[in-house]
């Protein structure tokens, strides 16, 4: 609790792991956002549209966290990373707009 405390923790945020591939031990572990372990959970780069963002990133951005599962499988069965984003994943559809930019 000692290491928690004086490394930053509040209610408010998550413990991460710096080095994914690592350990939880105290040199490996800071406290983050929920959005900053959103994306760093999705460090994979993909490119859409000729843009290149964090996957997690561009979900967030284009509003789609609820599909991102079915997005990702898209993606492993072959999609392209813009038909598994832009093909509808129910009935309806929804608009493609870049938050913040880009």
Not at 7 to 14: F, I, T
Not at 24 to 29: R, W
Not at 64 to 92: C, F, M, Q
Request: with cysteine; hydrophobic share 30%.
């Amino acid at each position: 609790m000692d290491w928690a405390v004086s490394n930053g923790y509040s209610d408010e945020l998550q413990i991460d792991r710096i080095d994914g591939d690592g350990n939880y031990t105290p040199d490996n572990c800071r406290w983050v956002t929920p959005r900053e372990n959103r994306l760093n959970a999705g460090g994979k780069i993909v490119a859409y549209y000729g843009e290149n963002y964090y996957f997690t990133e561009l979900i967030e951005r284009l509003d789609l966290l609820p599909h991102i599962s079915a997005i990702r499988t898209r993606i492993k069965r072959g999609y392209s990373v813009e038909d598994a984003i832009d093909k509808p994943i129910r009935n309806g559809n929804y608009k493609r707009v870049i938050k913040g930019g880009n």
